[in-house]
């Protein structure tokens, strides 16, 4: 199995100081399909089999 890892960001990404409804779509398509998110400082990381990540990227951007 391959793996990759990613690193995303939504902008923007808040609003009012809480995170905004297209950011918790996205991230909710993503953890929807298994992948565990981590969300950092500047960016978020998933981390999967190259299949998965792409499906759920995919879906990410469909849903922010």
Known sequence: MTTC???F???PFSTDG???PHVRA???AMESRG???I???FGS???GSTEDVSAAIAAMVQAA
């Open 39 to 41: 969300m950092g400082p």
């Open 9 to 11: 960001v939504i902008e």
């Open 35 to 37: 992948l565990a998110v």
């Open 18 to 20: 809480e995170l905004g």
């Open 45 to 47: 990381l998933v981390e």
């Open 26 to 28: 996205g991230i909710a």
């Open 5 to 7: 890892r990613v690193e």
